[in-house]
């Protein structure tokens, strides 16, 4: 809803500030499904049980992935703050 309403705004101001964070917000999307799920799914799979040194190597790959998404959508935050602000 974000990305369409972004798109919305893009069109009806011209103001390239709300592609940028409807581009921003929908790209968490695909850094979820392909890079933090399959981190995600081996973690929760219940049919593997898993040595502290296995999920304590999974929780430090999946940090930095998860940071990526956490800025990647709060710098879509900061261009729809900014657009509003205009």
């Not at 917000?25 to 973690?43: A, R, W």
């Not at 502290?52 to 703050?81: C, K, Q």
Request: no cysteine; net charge negative; proline share 3%.
């Amino acid at each position: 809803m974000g990305t369409a309403l972004g798109i919305v705004a893009w069109f009806l101001t011209s103001d390239v500030v709300w592609i940028m964070g409807a581009v921003l917000l929908i790209s968490v999307v695909p850094i979820t499904i392909f890079f933090i799920k399959p981190i995600n799914d081996q973690l929760l799979d219940d049919s593997k049980a898993l040595s502290h040194a296995e999920v304590e190597s999974l929780l430090h790959d999946w940090n930095p992935r998860h940071w990526v998404r956490t800025i990647v959508s709060g710098m879509a935050f900061v261009f729809y703050l900014y657009g509003m602000s205009n």
